[in-house]
T-cell receptor, first 114, second 111 residues
Framework: SQTIHQWPATLVQPVGSPLSLECTVEGTSNPNLYWYRQAAGRGLQLLFYSVGIGQISSEVPQNLSASRPQDRQFILSSKKLLLSDSGFYLC?????????????FGQGTRLTVV | AQSVTQLDSQVPVFEEAPVELRCNYSSSVSVYLFWYVQYPNQGLQLLLKYLSGSTLVESINGFEAEFNKSQTSFHLRKPSVHISDTAEYFCAVRTGNQFYFGTGTSLTVIP
């Protein structure tokens, strides 16, 4: 069966520090991968999605970046965090199987920038 | 681009009462529809989905949603809620590679 791992679960970082959040998927190949941010009391904002290794689409211009160095690995990074980067970050994946169009989510990372 | 509207940000309801969480989206052209549930500090879990065929879809825990193409709606219903249904509920639409989410409805079941 397929599983998605996202870590760390919580993170407290000072303003101006770098960030690296990692997400890996097991049990499937060539998935579409997504990074979302959920601010307190708000919905999900799509940050990046990837349809293959090295292929990243950015939805919102900001100081975050994403990379996909391997088929089932998706990394969210920042060189210098801002206070406004605080939030709940969710990684998700979906299969290319047309019969299963849904996204599956990781458990999320609670990022607090102080 | 798609937009998904969940008009009710908070819905309080008494235990064993019925509930409806509303969802409207902007375009019905080749979309997949979903409802997700989120418990505190967790990821989203798929509740149910509509691909095609019967417009009424059901989940294993008593929720159901009806796809209405003419009204571009996908409202979620449950005839009798339980305390354990207290959570955040998100409606989502997928077109192409992208998923679009509503802002969520916080369902609180009151004992």
């Amino acid at each position: 069966s397929q599983t998605i791992h996202q870590w760390p679960a919580t993170l407290v970082q000072p303003v101006g520090s770098p960030l690296s959040l990692e997400c890996t998927v097991e049990g499937t190949s060539n998935p579409n991968l997504y990074w979302y941010r959920q601010a307190a009391g708000r919905g999900l904002q799509l940050l990046f999605y990837s349809v293959g290794i090295g292929q990243i689409s950015s939805e919102v211009p900001q100081n975050l970046s994403a990379s996909r160095p391997q088929d089932r690995q998706f990394i969210l990074s920042s060189k210098k965090l801002l206070l406004s980067d605080s939030g709940f970050y969710l990684c998700a994946w979906r299969t290319r199987d047309r019969g299963n169009p849904e996204a599956f989510f990781g458990q999320g990372t609670r990022l607090t920038v102080v | 681009a798609q937009s998904v509207t969940q008009l009710d940000s908070q819905v309080p309801v008494f235990e064993e009462a019925p509930v409806e969480l509303r969802c409207n989206y902007s375009s019905s052209v080749s979309v997949y529809l979903f409802w997700y549930v989120q418990y505190p500090n967790q990821g989203l879990q798929l509740l149910l989905k509509y691909l095609s065929g019967s417009t009424l879809v059901e989940s294993i825990n008593g929720f159901e949603a009806e796809f209405n193409k003419s009204q571009t709606s996908f409202h979620l219903r449950k005839p009798s809620v339980h305390i354990s249904d207290t959570a955040e509920y998100f409606c989502a639409v997928r077109t192409g590679n992208q998923f679009y989410f509503g802002t969520g409805t916080s369902l609180t079941v009151i004992p």
